[in-house]
Every structure is written in structure tokens, then in C-alpha cells.
């Protein structure tokens, strides 16, 4: 068995996380990652099971080191984070472009047999149809806003990858991650966000009523992946997918902000007001995958929303406690 695994970006969220698994199931795992938004603390429980290699991914001579000898390659490395792509769009296309060239030529070099890139869901944009399939259009609506910097820099590595691995002997596969969430996933996405407005408003949960405000109506919606379920499609795909083919990741289930806010406020027992305001420019309203593909492979879904909801709340509610005691 191809067992030598390497993940970029391993001290990220769904990187760590997916170390985690695959050491699990019996592969030797190496992660590189300068843990400039990730941390060895996500990985502290497998550190000893590992190899760890500091660097930057776009560094080609540490990053054709450590691809030699490896079999299955997973390129997670990229800059995240919505206030990044507003405020550092050169340094988002930079990781992004540049680690995608390095880590496809060594991966040319070292002749790995797997090659498995990391996209987003923010390709399809404004998608035409909801769910979404694999089938939607790619596209950059407005090239001026630094807000698709991200997707750029995503749908660049997606046509790097399916070019200079076309005609090789590499098994390439490319998936597109929808809202994945979890606890210690960083602060600069919705649910964290939530949460932190909510414990502040809220006196740090003392009250039981409280109102926050929110970017839209509310009525806006997104499909909610807990990480341990993304984490198993992508072992699925890495048995199972095949060359050349891309792969959404997620939940086939859509709802509204206004319903995740009910069911945070819940979980912690307070009622909550909404107040609305303006959406972000380029925000999308929707956005459901599809995901026929994945489990045409053999996922069987497990929905672990309100579970893992529930354990992502308990994370960020304890370490807000430390922060505001």
C-alpha cells in the first residue's frame, strides 16, 4: 500500500485534522506547514507519530525535500480568512499561485502517486443552481474586488493541477470544501463569529436575552460540514476518486443564518435578537453542494451538524471565558 503521506498546511484546521485520521488508519504521515495561522498544538496528541517540517511552501528547495519519497500528497497550504483577502490580497496570491507551482513540480519529481489539491466552495461564487454540482461555472465576477484574491488563487491551482498532471501517470483529484466547521478553526468565519458576539453580548452568557447584529437579513444560507464528516469523504476520495475528477465536500443541507443563530442560542440557552445591515461587497446569498459525486464513491453520510455544533461552541465559550477573565 501507498502509505507516505504529505499535508501541506498540517497545522491548519482541516489539515490537523486529517493528520489526525490518516494516522489513525495506519499512514505515515509528514506535514509541512510554517504555522503562520496554524498551530502544533492541533497536532500535539501525534506529534510523536509524525515527521513535522517547518517551512514556507513557496520555498521550492524545502518543499522538494520534503516531497521526496512520498506517495500520496495533500495541498492544503494557502492563506484563509476573509479580513487576509481584503487586506493582503498579494500575500493570499502569493502562497497560493507560487505553493501550487512548487509543490506540483516536486511532486513531478518525486513521482508521487497521489496528488489531491485543496479548492473552495468561493469558485462557484453566485452559483445558477442550488444544491450545487461539480458541473456549476468557475468565475471571477470582479477582478478589482481583493475579495477574489481567494477564489482566484483557488481556481488557479485547480487548472495548474489538471494541466501539469494531465498526462502523467499521477492520480490528480481536486475537491472544494463547503463551510467546514469545528472547534480551534480560527476566529474570521461565521460560526466563530457568532459565537463571540453572542457571549459578549450577552455579558459573557450571564444574560438570557440579548441582540446582535449581522452582515444581511439573515435569511442568507449555507450548508454546514462538521470537520470529522468532511474529514471521512476525503479519505473516501483518496481511496476511491479518480484521476482528473474534482469533488465537492460537505453537507446537502442548506439553511439559513437566522436557523444556525437559533440553534447556537440554543445550545447556550439565550434568546437572541438579530439586527440586520449590508451584506459584504461579493458576498454570495447561497451556497448548498451537491454531493452526489462523492457518495457515488462509497461516502455514506453522516450528518454530525448539531453534534459538532455543540462541541464548537464548548471550545470557543471556554477559551473566550479565559480571555475575558
Known amino acids: 500500500m501507498s502509505n507516505k503521506v504529505l499535508i501541506t498546511g498540517g497545522t491548519g484546521f482541516l489539515g490537523s485534522a486529517l493528520a489526525i485520521r490518516l494516522v489513525k488508519l495506519g ?12 498551530s502544533l498544538n492541533k497536532i500535539k496528541n501525534i506529534l510523536d507519530q509524525i515527521e513535522f517540517v517547518e517551512g514556507d511552501i513557496r520555498d521550492p528547495e524545502k518543499v522538494k525535500k520534503v516531497t521526496h519519497g512520498i506517495d500520496i500528497v495533500f ?3 494557502f492563506i484563509n480568512g476573509t479580513k487576509f483577502f481584503y487586506e493582503k490580497p498579494e500575500l493570499v496570491l502569493d502562497v497560493g499561485v507560487r505553493g501550487a507551482l512548487n509543490i506540483l513540480d516536486s511532486s513531478l519529481d518525486s513521482k508521487v502517486k497521489t496528488f489531491i489539491m485543496a479548492s473552495s466552495s468561493e469558485i462557484y461564487n453566485k452559483p ?8 456549476e461555472r ?5 477582478i478589482k474586488n481583493p ?16 494541466n501539469y498532471l494531465r498526462r502523467t501517470k499521477i492520480r490528480d483529484l481536486i475537491f472544494r470544501p463547503h463551510n467546514i466547521f469545528g ?22 452568557l450571564k444574560n438570557k436575552k440579548c441582540s446582535i447584529e449581522i452582515q444581511g437579513t439573515g435569511k442568507e444560507t449555507r ?40 440553534d447556537i442560542s440554543n445550545l447556550l440557552e439565550i434568546n ?3 439586527l440586520s445591515s449590508n451584506l459584504l461587497r461579493g458576498s454570495t446569498t447561497r451556497r448548498c453542494p451537491d454531493t452526489t459525486k462523492i457518495k457515488s464513491i462509497g461516502y455514506k453520510e453522516c450528518d454530525n451538524y448539531y453534534l459538532g455544533l455543540g462541541k464548537t461552541i464548548n471550545w470557543y465559550v471556554s477559551n473566550l471565558r479565559k480571555q475575558y477573565t
Open 27 to 38: 499512514y505515515k504521515v509528514s506535514i509541512f506547514d510554517n504555522n503562520l495561522r496554524g
Open 75 to 77: 495541498h492544503l497550504a
Open 128 to 135: 445558477t443552481n442550488v444544491p450545487t454540482n461539480e458541473h
Open 138 to 142: 468557475a468565475m471571477i465576477p470582479d
Open 147 to 162: 475579495r477574489f484574491s481567494y477564489a482566484g488563487g483557488k481556481l488557479i491551482s485547480e487548472i495548474l493541477t489538471l
Open 183 to 204: 472547534p480551534d478553526m480560527g476566529n474570521e468565519h461565521v460560526i466563530p463569529e457568532l459565537i463571540r458576539k453572542i457571549f459578549l453580548a450577552s455579558n459573557h
Open 223 to 262: 450548508a454546514f460540514c462538521y470537520v470529522d464528516d468532511a474529514v471521512e469523504q476525503l479519505v473516501c476520495m483518496l481511496k476511491n476518486g479518480m484521476k482528473g475528477e474534482l469533488y465537492n465536500i460537505g453537507m446537502q443541507k442548506e439553511i439559513n443564518i437566522n436557523k444556525l443563530i437559533e
Open 272 to 274: 437572541v435578537e438579530v
